[in-house]
């Protein structure tokens, strides 16, 4: 890959932009995010770029979310830039911790952001919710782990933004989480993996 190539903004969806720290990029009216490169990628996975397509397309004005398996923290970052009010965020990878943090920085949203280490059982407090949304681009078994969690924190009308699901578990996971109030407002398919957006009832 071209060193340059690392530079290029990375335009997803109607409105975003992720962009690198230190670069002076001209003004194109799209949402910028900051996303330093390391381990965690920084934004061209397809399940990050079909969450984050989907996140422009769901109202999160004065939401509050939680976002699991934050990883790069681009998630969160992308939600308070489109209007969420506040996010929790979790990780079991001290990495990962520190990497949402080093991007929250780099956005001017350390204040809206709070970062756990952990798994959600970690979550204590107010923390435990309850949420207007949960944003989870994990490992399908994750999904079903924590889904009695997420049911009792999502508030009713709240949505699950779910991604990093393999193509042969995703009907598995969609009827686990309908078994527990909610229902499916959008699935897709992408080249390895899927996406999906549930509601609350």
């Not at 996975?45 to 397309?57: A, I």
């Not at 919710?129 to 994750?142: K, L």
Request: with cysteine.
């Amino acid at each position: 890959m071209n060193t340059m190539d690392c530079y290029k903004p990375l335009r997803i969806g109607k409105r975003l932009r992720v962009i690198r720290p230190g670069v002076e990029y001209p003004d194109e009216g799209r949402v910028d995010i900051v996303i330093k490169r390391g381990a965690f990628g920084s934004g061209e996975h397809e399940t990050t770029v079909s969450c984050l397509e989907e996140l422009e397309e769901l109202d999160l004005k004065g939401k509050r979310l939680l976002d699991v398996g934050c990883g790069t923290g681009i998630l969160s970052v992308a939600a308070l830039k489109l209007g969420a009010a506040e996010v929790v965020a979790v990780d079991i990878d001290r990495a990962a911790v520190e990497t949402t943090l080093e991007n929250v920085r780099l956005n001017g949203l350390s204040p809206q952001i709070k970062v756990v280490l952990g798994t959600v059982n970690r979550l204590k407090g107010n923390l435990k919710g309850p949420f207007h949304g949960v944003m989870a681009n994990i490992y399908p078994e994750v999904l079903r782990d924590i889904a009695s969690f997420v049911a009792e924190a999502c508030l009713s009308g709240g949505f699950l933004l779910a991604s990093g699901i393999p193509w042969e578990d995703n009907s598995d996971i969609i009827e686990l989480y309908k078994g527990l109030g909610f229902s499916l407002l959008k699935n897709r398919w992408l080249e390895c993996y899927t996406t999906f957006v549930m509601l609350k009832a």
